[in-house]
């Protein structure tokens, strides 16, 4: 098989690499992982057989640069928080890199390669979707979420903006939620977890669904809470731009959104509540 020049071997590589990278411009993130995952795959299994360097050299001019972009990044934002969102494409091009090495050394073969990959490729966009829908906080738009208003048992009115000073956790739900009074029992046991804590706070918000509001199972669950409640009615859901219950909103000292989306109180979920309290506190 004829191999390429050197020169054309390195300005393949910078196309691939650049094709990577502008692909962000044109594609949402979750069809960009996809498709710059398998993209990489093959291109580097070709690139392989037509390369002019030895395996090893050849390994280096291909991964290094891609992943040193993306390691890069993904260290920083370790150390800053800035939100790097290329965390899942650094983890998929590593193992591509791992696969190819072992294709070039003759552990695996391409076919079993990439019967692997293609499955995982899968597993690992429809994780990031899963997570990057349930953390909704970027549609509530900011100049809506100043009209939200709030009320207490004895009618005294609050809006979002009142709650500043501290990490508070609101968690919504209505009458027609059948999740809802599982939720708030684990909602009370993470409070119970910081009631000594006087940096964090927990409240309870109903919302009341006007003519589908159901009086008798209101009172019901609202006999079991024991945390600070509020009340709100529908307009929550323009405000807020969200339509299910339960609902978790975190605001952090300063009243920006930290997390609003489904409560999380398994581990092993990315959004575990339970870390996003303890990383804010530690920026207090």
């Known amino acids: 098989m004829k191999k390429f020049s050197k020169i054309q071997f390195i300005l ?13 411009a044109f594609l949402i ?42 390691g890069g990044g993904y260290i920083y934002d370790l150390i800053y928080d800035e939100g790097f969102t290329g965390e899942p494409f650094f983890w998929g091009y590593l193992l591509i890199a791992i696969l190819i090495y072992l294709i070039s050394i003759n552990r695996i073969s391409k076919k079993n390669a990439i019967y692997f990959f293609i499955p995982f490729c899968f597993v690992l966009t429809a994780y990031v979707w899963y997570n990057s829908v349930e953390n909704e906080k970027e549609k509530i738009e900011l100049t809506q979420m100043v009209n939200a208003r709030f009320i207490d048992k004895i009618g005294n009115k609050y809006s979002l903006n009142s709650f500043k000073g501290k990490l508070i956790l609101f968690e919504f739900w209505t009458t027609s939620c059948a999740n809802c009074p ?50 709100t009615n529908e307009e929550i859901f323009k405000q807020l731009n969200f339509n299910a219950a339960p609902t978790i909103l975190v605001l952090d000292q300063q009243g920006k959104i ?9 581990r092993l979920t990315q959004n575990y509540l339970p870390n996003i309290i303890e990383k804010e506190l530690a920026k207090m």
């Open 12 to 24: 393949l590589n910078i196309i691939v690499l650049t094709m990577m990278i502008v692909s962000g």
């Open 29 to 70: 993130k979750i069809i960009q992982l996809f498709l710059t995952n398998l993209f990489l795959l093959f291109s580097s299994l070709y690139l392989l057989s037509k390369s002019p360097f030895s395996k090893q050299i050849t390994l280096l001019i291909i991964f290094v640069p891609i992943l040193l972009l993306y």
């Open 182 to 231: 599982e939720s708030i029992a684990k909602f009370h046991e993470l409070a119970e977890q910081y009631r000594s804590d006087k940096n964090v706070d927990f409240r309870v918000v109903n919302i009341n669904l006007g003519k589908r509001h159901n009086e008798n199972i209101f009172e019901q669950i609202e006999s079991e809470i024991k945390l600070k409640r509020l009340y």
């Open 258 to 266: 930290v997390y609003f989306g489904y409560p999380n109180f398994n």
